[in-house]
């Protein structure tokens, strides 16, 4: 009883400590990717830094677990199902952010908990655990105060421009490829193996997307030339956020489930702000401090929900 007690309990501190690490990782993402855009465009970057990101994979695998992981341990069929998803992710996201503007947006990604939850469901056929619904309520309130308090009078407010619809798919999509990595592989299979294998499965996908997206004309030639600033910024998006950020994200999954990272998922803009306060003197609003408040109060009575089942 004490082992399993224990256990338990290890798990809910090593996975909460890996959610955290991806929400901060994704929230210092943010600043970086939108002074990114100014040198690369957002179809051929993703590619970029999951190629940067799967050469620190690679190596981070080949110096623990050899060259032995790098044989695939599911069908390749599977493996390119999952890699889709990771894929898809990124271009909808992209593209849901090319036609949307930025308040609609930060509304649509405040309902991801249900989007996951849904998905979640869809696949997993899992019911929705103890304290979910307050969480999610509280971290979606939470997103809203802040998204609604931070406009400005004469900014763009709530304006549907077709693009809505794709930011909630790339949420189903990363649902997905979350709940596929801790299904499909078997249990043996460590996290950073899952995480290097379909990221270099889904650089081939990327880079598909943007020979289409070249050849029609929605972006042009890349950029061969970029600023050392540009180079920099991208190798830290790529090494923190890429290749850190999905590793701890993937193992917190496996301790702890989808569900309780999708309400992490919300604290994202949370560290976008601090992180833009530190290194670009950004200066939050009240309702950016009061919206991210709430956040945090949601993720922690879900993370409350389950010291009390560990405990009980």
């Known amino acids: 009883m004490t082992a399993r007690l224990s256990g338990a309990s290890g798990n809910l501190i090593a996975g909460s400590l890996c ?7 994704w929230g210092l993402n943010i600043p970086l990717t939108a002074s990114l855009f100014a040198s690369f465009d957002p179809f051929i970057l993703a590619p970029l830094r999951l190629g940067i990101a799967s050469v620190i994979l690679a190596s981070a695998m080949l110096l623990t677990l050899g060259y032995a ?9 599977r493996l390119l199902v999952m890699s889709g998803c990771l894929s898809s992710f990124f271009v909808f996201y992209n593209l849901g952010l090319l036609y949307t503007n930025t308040i609609t947006a930060a509304a649509i990604m405040a309902g991801s908990p249900v ?6 469901r869809w696949l997993t056929g899992a019911q929705l655990e103890r304290g ?15 998204v609604f308090g931070s406009s400005q009078p004469g900014e763009s407010s709530i304006q549907l421009q077709g693009g809505e619809i794709l930011i909630v ?4 999509g990363w649902t997905a490829y979350s709940v596929l990595a801790q299904r499909w592989f078997p249990v043996e299979v460590p996290q950073l193996q899952r995480t290097l294998l379909t990221s270099l499965a889904a650089i081939v996908w990327l880079t598909l997307f943007w020979g289409l997206a070249r050849l029609a004309g929605i972006v042009g030639a890349p950029n061969l030339e970029p600023s050392h600033e540009a180079l920099r910024n991208l190798f830290m998006t790529a090494v923190l956020s890429t290749a850190l950020g999905a590793l ?6 496996a301790r702890l489930g989808i569900q309780a990272g999708v ?32 956040v945090m109060v949601g993720v922690l009575y879900m993370q409350w929900h389950r010291f009390r089942e560990v405990r009980g």
């Open 19 to 25: 959610y955290l690490n991806s929400s901060f990782v």
């Open 69 to 77: 992981a790098f044989r695939l341990p599911i069908s390749s069929g």
């Open 115 to 120: 989007y996951s939850a849904l998905t979640n």
């Open 132 to 146: 979910f619904g307050g969480a999610a309520l509280l971290t979606m309130a939470g997103a809203a105060i802040a």
């Open 169 to 172: 798919a790339s949420f189903v």
């Open 248 to 253: 701890t994200w993937n193992i917190g999954v």
């Open 263 to 294: 309400m992490w998922q919300n604290t994202v803009p949370v560290f976008a702000v601090l992180v833009s306060m530190i290194g670009f003197d950004l200066q939050p609003t009240r309702e950016q401090w009061i919206g991210g408040t709430v």
